[in-house]
């Protein structure tokens, strides 16, 4: 089975979780965050595209909720027992077929947590959700209880994240090999790419983003693959994975003459990388991190340049496919007020 933990570890995590629960006084949580359900049972799968639910209660039932396509993946790559089955048909309703499990379990007139702050969770199910549980239970937004959880991670994490490390290594080694005048972009990728798979590692939860001479300063993937001219600016974001745990890192590589511009650039970035790092130590909160890091760029003069943060937390992650159940229910809320939600605009 491929399953990438121990079943005491999977036990040690399912009584915090079951503790969280209890401490909020909640008497179940319904996960549809695909990292939740990994962390929690080890199933794997990119199946949360579709409507799928992970129950877990203080009395420690664990049941999952899904489409036949994944039956096989939660038996291969999980430690779940009780799966159940929603049928993919015409005016097919899996908010019913969850509401008739949790009427099994004594659910009703119960306090239920929701990780509505999902992938797995889009409007359109968020509000068939609500609907079908209306009146049956009270509802509490819960989105972070496994999230919390997750930030500290175990021995076994660790190495997974090391390795990962050593994979995002391996794929920078690789760009540098082969990143000159007249190269395609596609190699550069693929020769990246295939260096993480060689070295039994993954595909990203993010595509790798690559972008050179106009595209070179896009923060984001798009289709486009030139050729590397004689003076030219590349610009790439990857990450080793290993076990879905990642390791992220960016680079800017010049071809050809660098021109002054460029070597203050560099130079600002790097001292407000050491700023960075000098501050990155237990104790300290990352947001004094992007302090270090936004102090050092505005007083050289490159406010206006920089971005409104300066790293993102990694562990397993899965791709982010879509809007969330909590910002669709968070606009309405928010429209409905004649008011824009800031954080997701």
Known sequence: MSIHFTNKEFSERKVQAIEKLKKQNLDALLMFRQESMYWLTGYDTFGFVFFQCLILTVKGDLILLTRAPDLRQAQNTSILND?????????????????????????????????????GLTGRNAIKLNNALKNFAALHDKSEIINQLRVIKSPSEITYVKKAAK?????????WRCVKAGQSESKILAEMQGAVFNGGGDYP?????????????L??????????????QLSIEWAGTYKH???????????????????????????ALKACENKLKPGNKAGEVFDCHAEVLDRLGYK???????????GSTFPQIGWTGQCFTRAIRMLS???MCSSCT
């Open 205 to 217: 939860a993010n595509d790798f983003i690559i972008g050179s001479g106009k595209n070179a300063l």
């Open 219 to 232: 923060c984001r993937y798009q289709s486009e693959k030139r050729t590397l001219e004689k003076v030219d």
């Open 304 to 314: 206006n340049s920089r971005m409104n943060a300066c790293g993102y937390s990694l």
């Open 83 to 119: 799966i159940r089955i929603w049928v993919d048909k015409d005016q097919s309703s899996p908010t019913d077929d969850l509401k008739i499990i949790l009427n099994e379990l004594n659910l009703g007139d119960s306090n239920i947590g929701v990780e509505y702050e999902s992938y």
């Open 337 to 339: 007020n004649q008011v």
């Open 167 to 175: 994979l995002a290594d391996d794929a920078m080694d690789a760009a």
């Open 245 to 271: 745990y990642h390791s992220a890192m960016f680079r800017t590589i010049v071809i050809g003459n660098i021109n002054k511009k460029q070597e203050k650039m560099y130079e600002a970035c790097l001292e």
